[in-house]
């Protein structure tokens, strides 16, 4: 009786995990794999319809479809899947949380290092912005192509249906997505198998094109095409443009469901629609101008318009949420002010809202939708932003696997060399496009990084003047024993960056008012470079004299900061106040531009502006706003 009994439970052991991965893979097709399961809408067209297009012919159709596939094994299965997703920070991923592993490394190396890694990781950020937007445009506008592919009667509509379809989207997002959340995988299940089926009916027309999976299809294109052969790589490259996505969104479902939902159907179906799309093409190259949609019959034209739009939907709503996302990662890390976090969920705080960014993204989508008028022209912006950013993933890749894995040179470097080359391959076949289009995106990630890097100098500029006219915590205790000061009941808190200094608050309150409270706090909020900070270390709390007591609030870059929270837990460890006795002061600083040493005027002129139009202290860190007290100080930068 007993054997069976212990024997009994080994299957559902066995059978759970493998249930849960694949909930999670279930998931994954919702939220990580909507960029590149829409790229069959427009990859194949670019290339033999675009403007560095090949003809139709045999020859060329297995040389592209090869380079299809091999792209997709390299980049998307080896480099990301194999090697990238291998660098996740405690479960995150994405290029600032690579970033934040590429700095973790021992303080000897720090100063050679680190500047390179952190301006290659703000400017990979800053190029995602651009793919945020450029990726909801080019998609659901290839996807309401579709109709003009049935009727000429909705040509002049396209534009308008898109623009409506992206304002509907971005008006939703302030309810969260956490239920509509709960049909984006079974519903992109719903559209990987029909692209699937799609593929498999052309294919059994022209079974031949299975021989696409060669490698020597792909260097007889290139030899045959020579420098034009080339240039096509910047078509090919749009069916592997949500590779990144994989490692941004690993922390949401882990790296194992993620790989299974790849290669048990994504990648399948996939190629199997491209393989689809190919043998039409041999079959009828006239179809060249919409392959994807010439693939359906007549009577399944519009079901697959709808479908393909809702998946394209999906697809911009990943790319919306991961902008939520990578800008509050930003906040935390200290490159962007702060800004308006509203959390959508109770149960899940990766579910984020950010007004200011859902508002810029939308006005920037429709002026690219009205700009570039159709998905083929916007494909020209499409894919050196995304390039680049691949680029400097595969070094800080190459500097977390040498600094931090400890990984020999002899090993790590040829791997790293092999991925460079196909991403510079890419960069260069897109670079082309930079005078048609693609000079938008790459001009956005200079603006951002522009910002970004400003944001950032200027709080450690302001810091440092701070400091220099900050007195020791130390020495004003001591002066306390010849000149106290007046006490007055209740508890003052006041927050500081310096966790060793005097806040300049506290200094004018003394100055102005003359009073101290019985107790005073000193609050310190750290932003560590990992994604959370486990709730045991949260706060520390370090009693000091005279009544002062120093508090350490420790959050990651996937956290807010909460004032109710911090208070919380210090009670737990001990601190005694009311919350109604109980006062916060905040510094204000009015900065001022000067020629001192720090920034150029232009960049200073541009902080106080960022400073000024910054959410405030008590709103972002939720703090009583009945309880503050703000005291002013001018700062010459």
Aim: with cysteine; net charge positive; glycine share 8%.
């Amino acid at each position: 009786m007993s054997a069976p009994s212990r024997s009994t439970p080994a299957v559902p052991a066995a059978a759970e995990p493998s249930k849960r991965i694949a909930t999670l893979a279930l998931g994954a097709l919702g939220i990580v794999y909507g960029d590149i399961g829409t790229s069959p809408l427009y990859a194949l067209r670019e290339c033999f319809s675009g403007p560095h297009r090949v003809a139709p012919t045999h020859e060329n159709v297995l040389g592209v479809l090869s380079l299809v596939f091999w792209a997709l094994i390299i980049v998307v299965s080896v480099k990301y899947l194999v090697f990238v997703m291998r660098a996740d920070n405690r479960g995150e991923g994405g290029i600032l949380a690579l970033m934040a592993l590429a700095m973790q490394r021992k303080r000897g190396e720090e100063v050679k290092v680190r500047p390179v890694v952190v301006t290659l990781g703000v400017f990979g950020a800053a190029l995602l912005y651009g793919d945020g937007l450029i990726t909801p445009a080019i998609s659901v506008l290839s996807a309401v192509e579709g109709l003009s592919v049935a009727t000429p009667f909705f040509e002049p509509y396209v534009q308008p249906l898109t623009i409506a379809i992206l304002v509907g989207l971005f008006l939703i997002q302030r309810h969260g997505t956490a239920g509509i959340g709960a049909i984006f995988g079974p519903f992109m299940l719903v559209w990987f198998l029909t692209l699937a089926v799609l593929g498999v009916k052309e294919m059994v027309t022209y079974p031949a094109v299975v021989w696409a999976v060669s490698p020597m299809q792909a260097v007889k294109f290139f030899l045959h095409n020579r420098g034009h052969g080339f240039l096509v790589l910047g078509s090919v490259f749009l069916v592997v443009t949500g590779g990144e996505a994989l490692y941004a969104d690993m922390g949401h479902f882990g790296w194992r469901p993620i790989k299974w939902a790849w290669f048990v159907l994504v990648l399948p179906a996939l190629m199997l629609n491209y393989m689809g799309q190919g043998a039409l093409l041999l079959r009828d190259p006239s179809k060249a101008s919409n392959p994807f949609f010439h693939l359906a019959p007549t009577w399944a034209l519009y079901p697959l318009v709808a479908l393909a739009t809702g998946a394209t939907v999906i697809a911009s709503q990943a790319l919306i949420s991961g902008a939520f996302s990578l800008t509050q990662q930003a906040i935390q890390l200290g490159y962007t002010p702060r800004l308006e976090v509203v959390h959508t969920s109770a149960e899940e705080r990766g579910q984020i809202y950010l007004p200011g960014i859902n508002l810029a993204l939308l006005v920037g989508i429709i002026l690219l939708v009205l700009g570039f008028k159709s998905s083929s022209n916007l494909a020209a912006a499409y894919g050196i932003s995304v390039t680049t950013t691949m680029a400097i993933t595969t070094v800080l890749a190459y500097v977390v696997a040498r600094e931090r894995w400890h990984v020999s040179r002899l090993v790590a470097l040829p791997v790293a060399a092999v991925f460079m080359v196909v991403d510079l391959s890419f960069w260069g076949a897109n670079a082309v496009k930079i005078a048609a289009g693609g000079w938008f995106p790459l001009t956005m990630a200079l603006c951002v990084f522009t910002l970004m890097t400003t944001w950032k100098r200027g709080r450690d500029i302001l810091a440092s003047r701070l400091r220099g006219s900050s007195l020791p915590l130390k020495q004003l205790l001591d002066s306390f024993g010849e000149h106290p000061p007046v006490r007055v009941p209740g508890t003052a808190i006041f927050m500081t960056g310096n966790p060793e200094g005097t806040p300049p608050a506290l200094l004018h309150n003394l100055k102005h008012n003359k009073v101290l409270h019985e107790q005073v706090m000193l609050l310190t909020i750290a932003s560590e470079e990992v994604p959370h900070v486990p709730s045991e270390e949260r706060v520390e709390v370090i009693k000091l004299e005279e009544g002062f007591v120093r508090v350490i609030a420790r959050y990651g870059f996937m956290e807010n900061p909460s004032i109710p929270d911090i208070l919380k837990r210090g009670r737990e460890k001990g601190l005694q106040f009311n919350l109604m006795g109980t006062s916060f002061f905040l510094g204000r600083e009015t900065l001022i531009p000067s020629k001192r040493p720090g920034m150029a005027m232009w960049r200073e002129a541009l902080f106080s502006w960022m400073s000024r139009n910054a959410r405030s202290a008590t709103a972002y860190f939720r703090i009583p706003p009945n309880r503050v007290v703000e005291l002013g100080a001018q700062v010459e930068l």
